[in-house]
C-alpha cells in the first residue's frame, strides 16, 4: 500500500516535467512532422500530400548539396574544434600569470552574440578589402574567401571553429581538473614522457566528456543557420547550403509544408548520430 502511494507521488511529480516535454517539443515536432506531408503555404491549411514534398528533395540540387555540407562541415568542424579545444584546455590547465583571465578572454567567442561574431568574420573575410585580405596584400593578390566555392566552405568551417572551440576547451578543462594529479606523479616516476602521460593518462579520463560535448557540438553545428546565412547565405550557387538555410529560403517563398521536409530531413541522420556516440559513450 505504502508502495502504491510512493508510485502515485513519484507519477505526480513527474507530470509537470512530462506536460513541459510535451508541450516545449512534443507538439512543434508532430506538427513540423505532419506539415512536412502537406502542401501548406504560410495563411493556407493545405492538404495532404503523402511523401510528395520528399520525393522532391532527390531531385533538388540544393537539398544534394546540403546532404553533402551536413557532412563535410560538421565532420571537419568537430574535428578541429577537437584539436583546438583540446589543445586550449591543456595549457588553461597549467599555472600561468592570469590564468583566470586567459581563461574568461577564451569563452569570448561563444560568448558573444552570434549576429556580432559572425557580421564581424564576414567583414574580415571580405574581398578585396576586408581586414585579411589587406593583412595579405603584401604577399599575394585578394583572396575571394567568400565568393570561390572552395574559399566560402573554408571560410564558414573556420568561422564555426572560432566561435565553437570554447565550449569544447571549457568542457575539456573542468574534465582535466577532475584528474588525481597522483596519477602524473607515479607516471613522472615511472619516467613517462609528457606525451606518454597525456595519451594514457589525460585521453582516456576525458573521453566521457569528449564524446557528450561532441554530441551537442554536431547538434549545434548541424541546425547551425547564422554561421552560413551571415556569411555566404548558402553561395556561391549551393557550395555552402545547409538544411536550415534551405528550410529559411522555403519559409520567405511562404512554403510551410516544403520548409518542415527540410527541417524533418535530418532528424533521422541526427538521432542516428547521436545513438552511435551514445552506445561509444557506454563503451567508454
Known amino acids: 500500500m505504502a508502495a502504491s502511494k510512493e508510485a502515485r507521488l513519484g507519477l505526480l511529480l513527474?507530470?509537470?516535467a512530462v506536460a513541459v516535454i510535451v508541450i516545449l517539443i512534443g507538439y512543434p515536432t508532430i506538427s513540423s512532422i505532419w506539415y512536412s506531408f502537406t502542401d501548406r503555404m504560410v495563411g493556407s491549411p493545405g492538404r495532404f500530400i503523402g511523401l510528395d514534398n520528399y520525393t522532391r528533395l532527390a531531385t533538388d540540387s540544393g537539398f544534394l548539396s546540403a546532404a553533402a555540407n551536413l557532412v563535410l562541415i560538421v565532420g571537419i568542424s568537430l574535428l578541429l574544434k577537437l584539436i583546438l579545444g583540446t589543445i586550449v584546455a591543456v595549457i588553461l590547465n597549467r599555472p600561468m600569470p592570469g590564468r583566470n583571465l586567459w581563461r574568461l578572454l577564451v569563452m569570448l567567442p561563444w560568448a558573444m552574440p552570434g549576429f556580432v561574431a559572425f557580421m564581424g568574420l564576414r567583414l574580415m573575410f571580405e574581398s578585396p578589402y576586408g581586414a585579411i585580405n589587406v593583412a595579405l596584400e603584401t604577399f599575394t593578390s585578394p583572396v575571394p574567401f567568400l565568393s570561390d566555392p572552395t574559399w566560402a566552405r573554408i571560410s564558414v568551417v573556420l568561422a564555426?571553429?572560432?566561435?565553437?572551440?570554447p565550449f569544447w576547451a571549457i568542457s575539456?578543462?573542468?574534465?582535466?581538473?577532475?584528474?588525481?594529479k597522483e596519477l602524473y606523479e607515479a607516471a613522472r616516476m615511472d619516467g613517462a614522457s609528457a606525451w606518454q602521460q597525456f595519451v594514457n593518462i589525460t585521453v582516456p579520463q576525458i573521453r566521457s566528456t569528449v564524446a557528450v560535448v561532441a554530441v551537442i557540438?554536431?547538434?549545434?553545428?548541424?541546425?547551425g543557420f547564422e554561421n552560413i546565412?551571415?556569411?555566404?547565405?548558402?553561395?556561391?550557387?549551393?557550395?555552402?547550403?545547409?538544411?536550415?538555410?534551405?528550410?529559411?529560403?522555403?519559409?520567405?517563398?511562404?512554403?510551410?509544408?516544403?520548409?518542415?521536409?527540410?527541417?524533418?530531413?535530418?532528424?533521422?541522420?541526427m538521432a542516428l548520430f547521436i545513438m552511435l556516440l551514445s552506445r561509444r559513450k557506454k563503451e567508454i
Do not use: D, E, H
Not at 564555426?160 to 572551440?165: L, Y
Not at 557540438?217 to 541546425?223: E, G, L
Open 172 to 180: 575539456i578543462l573542468a574534465a582535466l581538473q577532475t584528474i588525481p
Open 229 to 269: 546565412w551571415l556569411m555566404t547565405q548558402g553561395g556561391p550557387s549551393t557550395t555552402t547550403m545547409t538544411f536550415p538555410v534551405l528550410s529559411f529560403l522555403s519559409l520567405q517563398s511562404r512554403q510551410l509544408g516544403q520548409a518542415a521536409a527540410y527541417a524533418v530531413v535530418i532528424l533521422p541522420v
Open 160 to 165: 564555426t571553429v572560432w566561435r565553437g572551440f
Open 14 to 16: 513527474v507530470l509537470p
Open 217 to 223: 557540438s554536431a547538434i549545434w553545428t548541424a541546425n
